[in-house]
């Protein structure tokens, strides 16, 4: 993993990447304590895990967070920080997690072989045949499939919508794994990209709604809560 680690103070900082590269001695871990410093490297090359501070001068952790919406590809953001009022704010972001100064060893060790577990899952794909087309198309880039009769529509993150010849049942099945949930007899829909429960619906990360049927209601709600509960920390 490529991890970047950001923090004004540079013994604090010198001593977390210390403890990082112990924990994830195969990681390419690079430090930076301006924030205006970390967003030119974060332009220039990818980052797959940011542990950013919070309370920063020049541009805060919250202003920084705020700008990554421009990246391409968005690290997972782990929020590092000694104020727990300031919490709440960096919610709207959608953090992997949080970790506590004071406890920066016990928190982010865990934290860190969730974030290498979630990278893992994002290699992996999903192949159909469309039309003529074989396509391929990793798990990430997916937000959820409808039935549409004899076929199944999948809903990209980018670009028009495909339909092959499939069930959600069968799609289900062989999904379920990765974090595809049934929350509908028409949707199956990826976890990763349900931004909002409301009542009887899922709303999604690019502002769509869908249904979540009464016979599903329990068990998606039970599974999404979970979900965001583990990554939302």
């Not at 680690?5 to 924990?23: F, N, S, T, Y």
């Not at 016979?215 to 509960?229: F, G, K, N, P």
Request: with cysteine; proline share 3%; charged share 30%.
């Amino acid at each position: 993993m490529r991890i970047y680690l950001c923090d004004d103070e540079r013994q604090i900082l010198q001593d977390m990447a210390g403890k990082v590269r112990g924990m994830q001695p195969g990681s390419r871990v690079r430090c930076f304590e301006r924030s205006g410093e970390l967003w030119a490297a974060l332009q220039a090359e990818r980052c797959d895990v940011l542990c950013l501070d919070i309370d920063m001068p020049e541009m805060s952790g919250l202003e920084l967070a705020a700008k990554m919406e421009e990246l391409a590809v968005r690290p997972l953001l782990i929020f590092v920080t000694s104020h727990d009022e300031l919490v709440y704010d960096s919610l709207k972001f959608h953090p992997f997690g949080f970790v506590r100064k004071a406890y920066f060893a016990e928190e982010m060790e865990k934290l860190l072989e969730d974030c290498a577990e979630e990278l893992g899952s994002r290699e992996r794909h999903f192949f159909f045949q469309s039309g003529a087309e074989r396509v391929r198309l990793s798990l990430q880039e997916i937000l959820y499939f409808e039935s549409d009769g004899n076929y199944v529509k999948l809903f990209a993150r980018a670009g028009e919508p495909y339909r092959f010849r499939d069930t959600l049942y069968s799609l289900e099945a062989a999904l379920s794994g990765d974090g595809f949930i049934r929350i509908h007899k028409g949707f199956l829909v990826n976890q990763r990209a349900v931004r909002v429960l409301r009542g009887n619906e899922a709303e999604l990360e690019n502002g769509t709604c869908l249904p979540i049927g009464k016979s599903y209601v329990q068990e998606t709600r039970s599974r999404l809560m979970r979900y965001m509960e583990t990554w939302g920390r």
